[in-house]
C-alpha cells in the first residue's frame, strides 16, 4: 500500500486556489445580487446557480471541446498561454471555478443580503463611498457568510471529480487529484489503498470543515443594534 | 450654552417659552420635489415646496404622511421624480439638470429613527466614522470634543451594542454632527425615551444649533416636542405640506381640519409669568388679549416672574358655563360670549370671544341642553392642569 | 407522516435504479430476450454493428455497455447484472472465472485487437516515415492512452513505447484516458496531438477522414488477445450462448474484419 501524497499535496493545491479565486470573484457578484434591483437579476441568479444543477460532465465537456483547440476561445488561450486548457492545473482551477462557483456565491449573497440597509444608509451619508462601506460595514457584518461560502466552495473542490475525469488526463502532480487517484485503485483492484486514502480524504475535509466551523460560530456573530 | 433655563413640570409635556424668530442667518435649504413610491398596489405621491432656514423646522405629521420619504429626497436615498434641492448655493438635485449628488458628497447629516450604529465599532469609532478623511490628530481632537459635549466620554471604547437607548441616541447624535453636516436631518429622534433623557438631548440639540447654524428637518408626530423645537413648523399631510408656519401660527390660522386634528392643541397662547406659588405649585400667568389681560392659574413650571412662557389649551378641557360658576374647584373662571358654533360629527366647536378667542369643544347634547347660540354669555371653566406649558 | 414515507420510498426507489443500470434493462421486451452486454471500450463500434445483425437473425437483442476491461471486471467483480463480458485481454475474464464470476467453459479468444498510433488530419507529423519517432518531436506536447493500469490496450501502448526506446523520453507527456474512447476522444477534440489507441477506432466510419493511423508493429507488444465470458449469474446463459455461436459464423468474422480485427 502506497498513498498517493503527491495527489493530497494537488488536490489541496487546487482547493486552495479555487477558494481564494472564488473569494475575489464571488464578492462583486454577490453584491450586485444582492443589491441590484434590475428586474431580470434573476436571469442571472438561475445562471451563477447553474453548476449546481449540472453533471460535471457538462462543465467538462465544455472546457474539452467547446474551449478546446479547434474553437476560437481554446485557439486564443492557446497563443496566450503556450498549451491547451485540458490536461494543465490551470484548466482544472478554471473548470472548478465554474463547478464551485455558486457555493461561494450564494452565501455570500444571503449575507450581504442581510446586512441591515440603514447601516449602508448611514455610512453613504457620513460620507463613505460605496468602496468604503463594502469594506468597513457589509463585509464585516457578513463574516460568516464570507467564511461559509469560501469553506463550501474548499470543501467542493476537494471532492471534485467529473471534471477532473473528463479533462484531466491523470498526470500525476498536475491532473491526478486524490478522487482520481482512488478511482484508479479501486479500478485495479487494490482496495487497500483505495480505502487508505479514501478515509485520509474524508479525515482531511472533514478536519477542516470543523475548524471553520467551529471559528466561524464564536467570533463573529453581529447583529443591528436596538 | 443657551441661556434657556431648565423647565421640569409635572406633566408629560416638554415645555418650552417661544420667542418668535427673525429670519436667522445662515444657510438656507430650499426644496420642491415630486416623488411617487408605489406602495402595496397605490402609489404614494410626495408633493413638497418649502424653505428651511438655519434651526429647527419642524417636520410634524401622522404615520405614513410621508416625513421619512421626505427627508429620504434631502439625503439623496431617494430620487424624486421632479423637482430641485439647493442648501445656500449648492445643488443637490436637479431633474432638469440631471443632477443628483450621491449621498455621500451631499454633507446632509441623517439622524435615523433606527439610529443604525455600526454594531461592530465601539462608540469612539461610530463617531469617528465620518472624520476619515481628517489626520488622526484632528479626529481624535473632534471626536473627544464631542463625545464630552454630550456626555458619553466614558463609552468611547463601550461597544455600540452595550449601551442604553439614551446613549445611543446621544451617540447617534454625536456620529452626524462631528461630521459638520450642512444640513441635520432628524428622524423621530427622541421616540421611545422617558421624559428626562428626551429633555437633556433636547438641550443638546439646542446647544448645538446656537453654534452652528444650519437648517435642521426635525420629524416627529409628537405635539410637545414641535413646541419644545420648533422655530418653524411644516405639517406633512398625506404627501403635501397641509400648513407652515411658526407652531402659533401654524395651528391658530386658517384653520385647516387636519391640522387641528393633528395637533390637537386648540389653543395657544403667549404669556408672561406673573407670580410664583411654589408652596402651592402653580403660579399665574398674564396673557395679553382685547381690553385686558387673561389671568391664568397654571402649574408650577421652573422660571422666574416676567418669563415668556406659551400656554397651550385643548379645547376639550374646556368647560362651558351659562351662568357663573361657584363652589368649583377650577381655578380659571373667565367670561366670554360665543362667537360662533359649528358642528363636526358629535362635537360641537364653539369660538367664545372672551379677552382672547378661545375654542371649546363641547357634545350636541350640551349644545342643545345649554340652548347655545352665538351671542349667548357664557363662563370658561379651565382646570389649572389643564394649562400646558412650553418652553422654547 | 405519511407524506414523509411515500416520498421518501420513492428517492430509494429511483436511487436504487440509479444506481444499478443493468437492473433496468434486464427485463423481458414485448418480443424476445435481451442481453446485457458489457464490452471492452475498443468495440464500441464494431459490437453494435455485430448487435443489430444478431437480432435480426435471432430476435435478442443486446444491450451494450462500454468501458475500459479493468473498469468492468470490478463491476462485475461487484456484482453487476451483465450476462457477457467482453475484454480486451484473455487476463481479466480468467481474473473473473478464478473469482467465480464467469463460466470457466464459456472463455472464448472472439478476436486479436491491433493498436495504432492515431494522428488528427491536419496533423503535420510523418508517420509513414518515422512510425513511433515522431513523438519525439517537439510540436507533439500530449500524447493520449488509455490508463494502463486497467486497460489492456494501455499497457499495450506503454509496452510498445519502451521497446521503441522512447518511453522515457515520453513519459512526461503523456495524458491517460479513462479508457480508450476517451484517449481516442483526446486526440480528435485536438487537445493531444497523438494516441495510440485501437485499429477499430481509427478505421470506423465515424472516425475515418479525422484522422490518420499509422499500425504498430505486432512484435512490439504482447498480442492483444480478446477474449469473452459469459457471467455466472446470467439468466439468460441460452441466448448467451447463441451469441457467441453467432460470433464464430462468417458474417460476424467479416464485421469483425471490417473494424480492424484480426481472427485468432
Not at chain 1, 47 to 67: D, E, K, Q, W
Not at chain 1, 182 to 201: H, K, P, Q
Not at chain 2, 340 to 354: F, G, K, N, P, Y
Not at chain 2, 365 to 387: F, M, N
Request: net charge neutral; hydrophobic share 45%.
Amino acid at each position: 500500500m502506497a498513498i498517493d501524497w503527491q495527489a493530497f499535496w494537488l488536490t489541496l493545491r487546487l482547493a486552495i486556489t479555487v477558494s481564494a479565486v472564488l473569494l475575489a470573484l464571488g464578492l462583486p457578484i454577490a453584491y450586485w445580487i444582492a443589491y441590484s434591483r434590475w428586474r431580470w437579476k434573476f436571469l442571472v441568479e438561475a445562471v451563477v446557480a447553474l453548476p449546481i444543477v449540472l453533471p460535471p460532465t457538462v462543465l467538462g465537456f465544455y472546457v474539452l471541446v467547446a474551449l478546446g483547440p479547434r474553437s476560437p476561445i481554446g485557439r486564443w488561450w492557446i497563443s496566450l498561454t503556450g498549451h491547451t486548457l485540458a490536461f494543465t492545473f490551470g484548466g482544472l482551477v478554471i473548470g472548478s471555478i465554474f463547478y464551485s462557483l455558486p457555493f461561494a456565491v450564494q452565501p455570500f449573497a444571503a449575507s450581504f443580503a442581510g446586512v441591515d440597509r440603514k447601516l449602508m444608509a448611514a455610512s453613504a451619508t457620513l460620507g463613505a463611498s460605496p468602496l468604503r462601506t463594502f469594506f468597513r460595514v457589509i463585509a464585516p457584518l457578513s463574516v460568516p457568510g464570507l467564511i461559509t461560502g469560501t469553506a463550501l466552495s474548499f470543501a467542493h473542490t476537494m471532492g471534485e471529480f467529473g471534471v477532473v475525469l473528463m479533462v484531466g488526463g491523470n498526470i500525476p502532480g498536475v491532473t491526478r487529484t486524490v478522487s482520481i487517484d482512488i478511482f484508479d485503485r479501486v479500478e485495479a483492484s487494490d482496495y487497500v489503498t483505495a480505502n487508505a486514502t479514501a478515509l485520509l480524504l474524508l479525515v482531511l475535509s472533514f478536519s477542516v470543515l470543523a475548524v471553520v466551523y467551529g471559528l466561524n460560530r464564536k467570533a463573529w456573530v453581529v447583529g443591528p443594534v436596538k | 450654552m443657551s441661556d434657556a433655563r431648565e423647565v421640569e413640570t409635572s406633566t408629560s409635556s416638554v415645555a418650552s417659552p417661544s420667542v418668535p424668530q427673525a429670519v436667522a442667518p445662515g444657510p438656507v435649504l430650499e426644496a420642491r420635489f415630486h416623488h411617487v413610491t408605489p406602495v402595496r398596489g397605490r402609489e404614494f405621491v410626495l408633493d413638497v415646496e418649502f424653505r428651511a432656514a438655519a434651526g429647527f423646522t419642524i417636520l410634524f405629521g401622522a404615520s405614513g404622511a410621508g416625513k421619512t420619504t421626505l427627508l429620504d429626497c434631502v439625503a439623496g436615498l431617494a430620487k424624486p421624480e421632479s423637482g430641485r434641492i439647493t442648501v445656500a448655493n449648492r445643488v443637490l438635485f436637479d431633474s432638469e439638470q440631471r443632477l443628483s449628488l450621491p449621498v455621500a458628497k451631499r454633507r446632509v447629516g441623517y439622524v435615523f429613527q433606527t439610529l443604525a450604529l455600526f454594531p461592530h465599532f465601539s462608540v469612539e469609532q461610530n463617531v469617528q466614522y465620518g472624520l476619515a478623511h481628517l489626520s488622526q490628530a484632528e479626529r481624535t481632537q473632534r471626536s473627544s470634543s464631542i463625545l464630552q459635549a454630550f456626555r458619553i466620554s466614558h463609552l468611547a471604547r463601550r461597544s455600540a451594542r452595550e449601551i442604553s437607548g439614551g446613549e445611543s441616541q446621544r451617540t447617534a447624535l454625536a456620529r452626524t454632527l462631528v461630521t459638520d453636516p450642512e444640513v441635520l436631518l432628524l428622524d423621530e429622534p427622541l421616540a421611545a425615551l422617558d421624559a428626562a433623557t428626551k429633555r437633556k438631548i433636547i438641550d443638546d440639540l439646542r446647544a448645538w444649533n446656537q453654534a452652528h447654524r444650519i437648517p435642521i428637518l426635525y420629524v416627529t408626530h409628537s405635539r410637545e416636542e414641535v413646541f419644545a423645537l420648533g422655530e418653524r413648523v411644516i405639517v406633512l399631510d398625506e404627501g403635501r405640506i397641509a400648513a407652515q408656519g411658526t407652531p402659533h401660527e401654524v395651528i391658530d390660522a386658517p384653520r385647516q381640519e387636519t391640522v387641528a386634528q393633528l395637533v390637537g392643541v386648540e389653543n395657544i397662547f403667549d404669556a408672561v409669568v406673573e407670580a410664583m406659588r411654589p408652596e402651592r405649585g402653580t403660579m399665574t400667568c398674564r396673557i395679553a388679549g382685547d381690553g385686558g389681560p387673561v389671568i391664568l392659574e397654571t402649574p408650577l413650571v421652573r422660571g422666574g416672574v416676567g418669563s415668556p412662557m406659551r400656554i397651550g389649551i385643548r379645547a376639550g378641557d374646556i368647560l362651558l358655563a351659562t351662568a357663573p360658576p361657584v363652589g368649583l374647584s377650577a381655578r380659571n373662571v373667565i367670561p366670554g360670549r360665543i362667537a360662533s358654533l359649528e358642528q363636526h360629527d358629535v362635537i360641537v366647536s364653539a369660538r367664545v370671544r372672551t379677552r382672547v378667542e378661545m375654542e371649546v369643544h363641547i357634545t350636541l347634547a350640551a349644545r342643545d341642553s345649554l340652548q347655545l347660540v352665538p351671542g349667548k354669555e357664557v363662563w370658561l371653566v379651565i382646570k389649572t392642569h389643564s394649562c400646558h406649558l412650553m418652553q422654547s | 407522516m405519511e407524506h414523509i414515507a411515500k416520498n421518501l420510498a420513492c428517492v430509494l426507489i429511483v436511487a436504487c435504479i440509479l444506481a444499478n443500470p443493468a437492473a433496468a434493462f434486464a427485463q423481458q421486451t414485448k418480443n424476445g430476450t435481451e442481453l446485457v452486454v458489457a464490452a471492452a471500450a475498443d468495440l464500441s463500434t464494431a459490437l453494435k454493428e455485430i448487435s443489430d445483425s444478431f437480432e435480426k437473425k435471432t430476435g435478442v437483442s443486446l444491450k451494450l455497455s462500454f468501458g475500459a476491461s479493468g473498469a468492468l471486471t470490478q463491476q462485475i467483480q461487484n456484482g453487476a447484472p451483465f450476462d457477457l463480458f467482453f475484454s480486451a485481454d484473455m487476463d481479466y475474464p480468467r481474473q473473473l472465472i478464478t473469482a467465480g464470476a464467469a463460466d470457466g467453459t464459456s472463455l472464448y479468444e472472439y478476436a486479436v485487437g491491433r493498436l495504432v498510433l492515431w494522428v488528427p488530419t491536419d496533423s503535420a507529423l510523418d508517420l509513414d516515415h518515422k512510425g513511433l519517432k515522431v513523438l519525439l518531436d517537439p510540436s507533439v506536447k500530449k500524447i493520449a492512452i488509455a490508463n494502463p493500469q486497467h486497460a489492456p490496450y494501455g499497457r499495450a501502448a506503454v509496452a510498445a513505447l519502451k521497446h521503441a526506446g522512447i518511453y522515457d523520453q515520453v513519459a512526461d507527456r503523456l495524458v491517460l484516458g479513462e479508457n480508450v474512447s476517451q484517449a481516442a476522444q483526446f486526440v480528435e477534440s485536438g487537445n493531444a496531438e497523438a494516441g495510440l489507441v485501437p485499429l477499430a477506432h481509427a478505421v470506423a466510419p465515424g472516425m475515418q477522414g479525422k484522422g490518420k493511423y499509422w499500425e504498430v508493429r505486432a512484435d512490439f507488444y504482447p498480442p492483444l488477445a480478446q477474449g469473452l465470458v459469459i457471467l455466472s449469474h446470467s439468466q439468460h446463459k441460452k441466448e448467451a450462448a447463441e451469441l457467441v455461436e453467432y460470433l464464430k459464423t462468417k458474417e460476424a468474422a467479416e464485421l469483425l474484419r471490417k473494424y480492424g480485427f484480426t481472427l485468432p
